[in-house]
Protein backbone atom coordinates (compact mmCIF):
# COMPACT_ATOMS: atom_id res chain seq x y z
CA UNK A 1 0.00 0.00 0.00
CA UNK A 2 1.52 3.61 -0.68
CA UNK A 3 2.43 5.65 1.69
CA UNK A 4 3.58 9.25 1.98
CA UNK A 5 4.92 10.32 5.32
CA UNK A 6 6.45 13.83 6.38
CA UNK A 7 8.19 14.78 8.84
CA UNK A 8 10.52 17.79 10.31
CA UNK A 9 8.38 20.25 11.38
CA UNK A 10 9.21 22.04 14.28
CA UNK A 11 9.37 25.47 16.24
CA UNK A 12 12.14 27.95 14.44
CA UNK A 13 12.67 31.47 15.06
CA UNK A 14 12.40 34.08 11.98
CA UNK A 15 15.22 33.57 9.86
CA UNK A 16 16.11 30.00 10.55
CA UNK A 17 15.93 27.23 8.61
CA UNK A 18 14.32 23.70 8.41
CA UNK A 19 14.24 20.68 6.74
CA UNK A 20 11.36 18.78 5.97
CA UNK A 21 11.59 15.28 4.95
CA UNK A 22 8.83 13.09 2.66
CA UNK A 23 9.27 9.45 2.87
CA UNK A 24 7.68 7.28 0.07
CA UNK A 25 6.75 3.52 0.39
CA UNK A 26 4.51 0.92 -1.60
CA UNK A 27 4.45 2.30 -4.74
CA UNK A 28 4.80 -0.08 -7.42
CA UNK A 29 4.63 2.78 -9.70
CA UNK A 30 6.70 5.38 -10.76
CA UNK A 31 5.24 8.08 -9.70
CA UNK A 32 5.26 11.20 -12.09
CA UNK A 33 6.02 14.11 -9.75
CA UNK A 34 6.35 14.92 -5.72
CA UNK A 35 5.05 18.29 -4.54
CA UNK A 36 4.84 20.17 -1.17
CA UNK A 37 2.30 22.48 -0.17
CA UNK A 38 0.91 24.01 3.20
CA UNK A 39 -2.07 25.60 4.32
CA UNK A 40 -2.07 27.86 7.32
CA UNK A 41 -5.16 28.56 9.31
CA UNK A 42 -7.51 30.11 7.94
CA UNK A 43 -6.40 29.32 4.49
CA UNK A 44 -6.46 27.42 1.48
CA UNK A 45 -3.51 24.69 0.78
CA UNK A 46 -1.00 25.99 -1.74
CA UNK A 47 1.43 24.35 -3.78
CA UNK A 48 4.79 25.37 -2.85
CA UNK A 49 7.20 22.89 -4.75
CA UNK A 50 7.62 20.47 -7.06
CA UNK A 51 10.07 17.45 -8.64
CA UNK A 52 8.91 15.38 -11.48
CA UNK A 53 9.78 13.39 -14.27
CA UNK A 54 9.13 14.28 -18.06
CA UNK A 55 8.59 11.55 -19.40
CA UNK A 56 7.49 9.01 -16.69
CA UNK A 57 10.95 7.63 -16.12
CA UNK A 58 12.26 7.82 -12.36
CA UNK A 59 14.53 10.37 -14.17
CA UNK A 60 13.22 13.61 -11.54
CA UNK A 61 14.91 16.44 -13.61
CA UNK A 62 11.97 19.26 -13.65
CA UNK A 63 11.61 21.50 -10.42
CA UNK A 64 9.47 24.29 -9.83
CA UNK A 65 8.32 27.00 -6.81
CA UNK A 66 5.67 29.20 -5.92
CA UNK A 67 7.02 32.43 -6.12
CA UNK A 68 6.45 33.34 -1.94
CA UNK A 69 9.20 30.46 -1.91
CA UNK A 70 11.47 31.18 -4.53
CA UNK A 71 15.01 31.91 -3.54
CA UNK A 72 14.85 30.12 -0.33
CA UNK A 73 13.36 26.79 -0.40
CA UNK A 74 14.88 23.99 -1.92
CA UNK A 75 13.43 20.42 -3.42
CA UNK A 76 15.69 17.95 -3.76
CA UNK A 77 15.20 13.87 -3.69
CA UNK A 78 17.40 10.65 -2.26
CA UNK A 79 16.55 8.27 -5.35
CA UNK A 80 18.09 5.18 -2.41
CA UNK A 81 15.94 6.33 0.66
CA UNK A 82 13.04 6.96 -1.65
CA UNK A 83 12.39 10.77 0.07
CA UNK A 84 12.20 14.02 -0.78
CA UNK A 85 13.22 17.39 1.06
CA UNK A 86 12.52 20.36 1.36
CA UNK A 87 14.78 22.61 2.56
CA UNK A 88 13.61 25.78 4.18
CA UNK A 89 15.55 28.80 4.74
CA UNK A 90 15.01 32.59 5.77
CA UNK A 91 11.77 31.32 7.07
CA UNK A 92 9.10 34.20 8.31
CA UNK A 93 6.43 34.20 10.02
CA UNK A 94 4.20 33.81 7.19
CA UNK A 95 5.38 30.22 6.51
CA UNK A 96 3.42 29.08 9.25
CA UNK A 97 1.55 26.21 8.14
CA UNK A 98 0.73 23.08 8.05
CA UNK A 99 3.25 21.47 5.09
CA UNK A 100 2.00 18.21 3.29
CA UNK A 101 3.91 16.13 0.43
CA UNK A 102 1.71 14.51 -1.90
CA UNK A 103 2.78 11.98 -4.62
CA UNK A 104 1.40 12.03 -8.42
CA UNK A 105 0.66 9.18 -10.37
CA UNK A 106 -0.02 10.42 -13.81
CA UNK A 107 0.97 13.34 -15.46
CA UNK A 108 -0.29 17.49 -15.28
CA UNK A 109 0.77 20.30 -16.36
CA UNK A 110 0.73 21.87 -13.26
CA UNK A 111 2.00 20.00 -10.36
CA UNK A 112 1.65 23.22 -8.45
CA UNK A 113 -2.29 22.03 -8.55
CA UNK A 114 -3.64 20.13 -5.26
CA UNK A 115 -5.91 18.09 -8.08
CA UNK A 116 -2.89 16.48 -9.86
CA UNK A 117 -2.04 14.59 -6.75
CA UNK A 118 -3.94 11.62 -5.52
CA UNK A 119 -0.92 10.51 -2.91
CA UNK A 120 -0.93 12.53 0.55
CA UNK A 121 0.77 12.51 3.46
CA UNK A 122 -0.55 13.83 7.08
CA UNK A 123 0.75 16.76 7.04
CA UNK A 124 3.50 18.46 9.48
CA UNK A 125 2.97 21.48 11.78
CA UNK A 126 5.65 24.61 10.80
CA UNK A 127 5.14 27.29 12.98
CA UNK A 128 7.89 30.44 12.77
CA UNK A 129 7.97 32.67 15.14
CA UNK A 130 10.15 34.68 17.96
Known amino acids: QEQVVESGGGLVQPGGSLRLSCALSGFTFTYYAIGWFRQAPGKAREGISYISTPDGTPSYTDSSYADSVKGRFTISRDAAKNTVYLQMNSLKPEDTAVYYC??????????????????WGQGTQVTVSS
Open 102 to 119: AAASDHSDNYLQLVAYDY
